[in-house]
């Protein structure tokens, strides 16, 4: 079926340095999500993204975070300057309609480290 | 506090035998659920979803909810080696109107040949 991919897959970076997680949603869809998962602990939801704005985030969703799509490119969740504290599983999810009810595909997740 | 509990955290089922998997909301803002398939490394997977009162049944897995109190269950028959992964309940936000989902922890499941 249609996938959701995420680069990189891995990525290590020192602490107070400026990430860019890069995820290509699948091509139709028009709404895309940012999860965070910490090992041993729940996804949690960041940021939903439609139209060029951000149209919800969570208390996860620190000043320091930003996503963007430019020109319909890669869906960016940049974190700058990034702290211990971001050191988790990146999920990135699209889907094709909004609503409660609307089916999500999610890409494998990118696992971010911050020394 | 989470606002989806899973139980139990693990489950070890013989092949061929049948898992029951839990699941439930403490918040009555959540709306629809769904339950998502993980293997290690890889993308969470919709399995099934449930927005109405009932049972939904495809193939080898069923599903209940009771929206009353607010609970699923996934059960599945036959199991199989494949079906090892961590399984995932997730409940929409009724107050999102794009959508926002609230995971539980998960059960991770071993079927044993």
Redesign the interface.
Known sequence: GP??LQIPSHQIIDMGQMVTLNCDPVSNHL?F?W?KQILG?????LV?F?NGKV??K?KLFKDQFSVERPDGSYFTLKIQPTALEDSAVY?CAS?PR????????????TRLLVI | QQKVQQSPESLIVPEGGMASLNCTSSDRNVDYFWWYRQHSGKSPKMLMSIFSNGEKEEGRFTVHLNKASLHTSLHIRDSQPSDSALYLCAASDRGSALGRLHFGAGTQLIVIP
């Open positions: 996938k959701v709404y999500y999860y602990q729940q996804m949690e939801f939903n439609y149209m919800e969570s999920f889907s909004q609503g409660a009810n609307s089916d999500y595909t999610f890409g494998s997740g």
